[in-house]
């Protein structure tokens, strides 16, 4: 079975930085659509960032350009989050994805499969 497993979600002063992980197993993620995904309290989830194929394109929400970087460890299987400047708008629940189709886009309705999430609290 596919799995996901995000880790280094927690809270953090606005400004600062936090590593997101998500190990990937059961599934090749250079080879297919990565993603993070965030939901806030009262809020639909959007997407964050998209890993086209292990890198061949990376489609960004413009509220995290410039801040936010997606990334993978081919070796490892796993996909990572990198998020600087935080913002309190940023505190969520995030979400690794992985695509369900050749089609990566920053709808949640192309992916199959997600991982149980991992708190990102930013406080001002």
């Known amino acids: 079975p596919v799995q996901l497993v995000e880790s280094g979600g927690g809270s953090v002063q606005a400004g600062g930085s936090l590593r997101l992980s998500c190990a990937v197993s059961g599934y090749t993620a250079s080879r297919n659509c990565m993603a993070w995904f965030r939901q806030a309290p009262g809020k639909e989830r959007e997407a964050v960032a998209v890993?086209?194929?292990?890198?061949?394109?990376?489609t960004y929400a413009d509220s995290v350009k410039g801040r936010f970087s997606i990334s993978q460890d081919h070796a490892k299987n796993t996909l990572y989050l990198d998020m600087n400047s935080l913002v309190s708008e940023d505190s969520a629940m995030y979400y690794c994805?992985?695509?369900?189709?050749?089609?990566?886009?920053?709808?949640?309705?192309?992916?199959?499969?997600w991982g149980q999430g991992t708190q990102v609290t930013v406080s001002s």
């Open positions: 890993d086209d194929h292990g890198g061949a394109s990376l």
């Open positions: 994805a992985a695509g369900k189709s050749w089609h990566c886009s920053m709808s949640e309705r192309d992916y199959g499969y």
